[in-house]
């Protein structure tokens, strides 16, 4: 790997963990040379577009938003997923949960029966989560013990998936992987998958031309465990709206539609859709991944929005414009946040039911059945991050853009939709770093060692869903936080020999 390359895949890791303090990795891929003048570079930039706005910290004690996000995390972990609550407290999910805050929690106490997770500081607060079905777990608002929603139960139409053969259900061919693959490489890339333990890959899946042709899963796992799959759940949002543009709800390119925008001579209403899939919105919302950030600051927007116990979509609709929209690219969680308050307005304004609206009109006809999507206590999806999903589901919809957003003759996606997503936003290029789409990731620095048309969705743990359209190819690898740097050593080594191992087709 050459050094520019080494740069850009030091930097997309560093963006998605999301969680370092010192501004500027975020920006190192517009360097070819030192990194801190890629940095200085883009803070200039972004300085000449700056609009005469301010940013206020979000209010509360950081310790009681990281121990917010601890009980979350906990609670999916050992309701949803299954694991051990001291397993996942040392390995799962340190982005909402910096590790070295969980040791300042001096009591916690899990209920099995209830369903509920209370973690004791010690000033005395307990911050609760708990685990409600089909919305999987919602912290509860500080000081407060219920919710302010009604949980929905959400059911899949689809029959028993081992009835009924891949993608739309679980049985495979008993028959050998199509002779044209060197089925040898494809073995030798699972267990390079998992080749370092302290990696800790969970999950590990690959198809071609829509089959199944390879997995593996960590002991104790198997298809049907729902993963912490985090800012992964972006592209599924990007997803959402994607539908919602198909059915005629909204166009891609119009002036967003949030209601706190449509005052006279507010700004933001120039931001449109598109802007918001890109991350380019211009909105002032705060991220640790900011070349403009300094710890001193405070606490930071990006994890208020999962953290804070508040209506999430409000807080996103409510801040302030920064920059115009669709010059300066930046990895906030307000643009999928509000992307997702537009989907709720989108299903509710024409009578819909919200909750199910991704079960319905997505899962139950690419053949998911156990995606886990959670709330804020406001009832309002948080898939900026807060899902759950298995190996195979996210295959299932990697595989939906692979085929242009077309399932079994039907149009899913609408026309060029494919296309948006996976190419770089021009706030984005204009920066120097071709890097990010419309919700998904893009190779074209040739970060992963695969082709360049590859784009992929990611989150935080090296959590990762690639498509790859020149070899007809979609791998999905999942693991648990505290194993991602080796882990994603071992998935490079993975990919290169799947290349190697599978024919290049378009």
């Known amino acids: 790997m050459n050094r520019s390359s080494l740069v850009a895949a030091m930097v997309i890791s560093l963006a998605l963990l999301g969680c370092v303090d010192e501004g500027g990795k975020e920006g190192t891929s517009a360097a070819s040379g030192n990194p801190d003048s890629g940095v200085e570079a883009l803070v200039a930039r972004a300085k000449s577009f700056e609009l005469p706005t301010e940013w206020a910290a979000p209010p509360g004690d950081p310790l009681h938003h990281h121990t917010a996000g601890f009980a979350k995390i906990l609670c999916s972990a050992v309701f949803i997923t299954g694991l051990d609550a001291d397993f996942a407290a040392e390995n799962i999910g340190y982005f909402t949960s910096d590790y070295d805050e969980r040791s300042k929690v001096t009591k916690r106490e899990i209920d099995m029966e209830r369903k509920l997770v209370h973690l004791t500081l010690p000033d005395g607060v307990v911050r609760t989560a708990k685990y409600l079905g089909d919305q999987g777990c919602v912290t509860y608002p500080l000081g407060e013990n219920g919710l302010r929603f009604d949980p929905v139960d959400v059911t899949s139409s689809l029959p028993d998936p081992d009835a009924q053969p891949w993608p739309m259900g679980d049985q495979l061919p008993d028959e050998p992987i199509p002779a044209e693959l060197d089925a040898a490489k494809v073995r030798a890339a699972v267990q390079a998958a998992f080749e370092q333990a302290e990696g800790m890959t969970a999950a590990f899946v690959v198809t071609w031309k829509g089959r199944l042709i390879a997995e593996r ?5 198997d298809f049907h465990t729902p993963l912490e799959s985090w800012s992964m759940g972006k592209s599924l949002t990007a997803t959402l709206m994607g539908i919602l543009i198909q ?26 859709i598109a802007d918001l899939l890109r991350m380019s919105s211009g909105i002032r919302c705060v991220n640790r991944g900011d070349p403009e950030y300094d710890s001193a600051m405070g606490y930071p927007d990006h994890l208020y929005l999962y953290t804070g116990g508040i209506d999430s979509y409000k807080w996103a609709a409510t801040r302030p414009q920064q920059w115009p929209p669709n010059k300066i690219g930046r990895y906030r969680n307000c643009d999928p946040v509000l992307t997702n308050y537009l989907v709720r307005l989108g299903v509710e304004g024409r009578g819909g039911e919200y909750h199910s609206f991704p079960q319905r009109e997505l899962f139950d006809k690419i053949g998911i059945r156990d995606m886990v999507m959670e709330t804020d206590p406001h ?16 295959a299932r919809l990697g595989n939906l853009y692979l085929q242009d957003g077309v399932w079994r003759d039907e149009r899913i996606l609408p026309e060029g939709f494919v296309e948006f997503v996976s190419t770089p936003g021009p706030a984005w290029e204009a ?39 020149s070899h007809d190819m979609v791998v999905v690898r999942l693991g648990h936080y505290k194993g991602s740097s080796p882990g994603d050593e071992d998935l490079r080594r993975a990919l290169a020999l799947l290349v190697e191992a599978v024919p290049a087709t378009r």
Do not use: C
């Not at 190779?443 to 090296?462: C, E, L, V």
């Open 217 to 221: 899963y960590r002991d104790g796992l």
């Open 247 to 272: 059915q005629g709800v909204y166009d891609l390119w119009e002036p967003a539609p949030v209601p706190e925008w449509q005052g006279e001579g507010d700004p933001r209403a120039e931001i449109r």
């Open 379 to 394: 009832g309002n999806y948080l898939i900026q991050g807060y899902e759950f999903g298995t190996g195979r589901d996210w």
């Open 431 to 469: 920066d120097g770093r071709p890097i990010y789409g419309g919700f998904f990731w893009i190779n074209s620095t040739g970060a992963y060692p695969i082709p360049k048309d590859a784009y992929y969705m990611a989150g935080a743990g090296n959590q990762k869903t690639f498509i790859i359209p």
